[in-house]
Nanobody, 123 residues
Framework: QVQLVESGGGVVQAGDSLKLSCTAS????????MGWFRRAPDQGREFIAA????????FYKDSVKGRFTISRDNAKDTVYLQMDSLRPEDTAVYYC????????????????WGQGTQVTVSS
């Protein structure tokens, strides 16, 4: 079974950048679509970005379009989330998740989850 470990979170000021990483083990990473999700304090889970294992198709939630970029490096079994122009409302625990489907916009198809990494953006 694939296992996912996120890293790269931290405390930054508004306008700064962070790059999150999620490294997979125990599976065939190149055949997994990968998603990034976040949960802010006292709020539900939010689906923010995804990348397919096929054709390089990507998905972004409207609130992060133009600021966040998802990418993957199959040689390193790693998916990244480059976050620029961070805002206080981006503060959340960020999770990566894996899907065996190319339907990257369907949250229900993400079956394996990482433990999360905290991102805090101060004004």
């Amino acid at each position: 079974q694939v296992q996912l470990v996120e890293s790269g979170g931290g405390v930054v000021q508004a306008g700064d950048s962070l790059k999150l990483s999620c490294t997979a083990s125990g599976g065939t990473f190149s055949s997994l679509s990968m998603g990034w999700f976040r949960r802010a304090p006292d709020q539900g889970r939010e689906f923010i970005a995804a990348i397919s294992y096929s054709r390089g198709a990507t998905f972004y939630k409207d609130s992060v379009k133009g600021r966040f970029t998802i990418s993957r490096d199959n040689a390193k079994d790693t998916v990244y989330l480059q976050m620029d122009s961070l805002r206080p409302e981006d503060t959340a625990v960020y999770y990566c998740a894996a899907s065996q489907s190319t339907f990257i916009g369907n949250v229900a198809l993400y079956k394996t989850w990482g433990q999360g990494t905290q991102v805090t953006v101060s004004s």
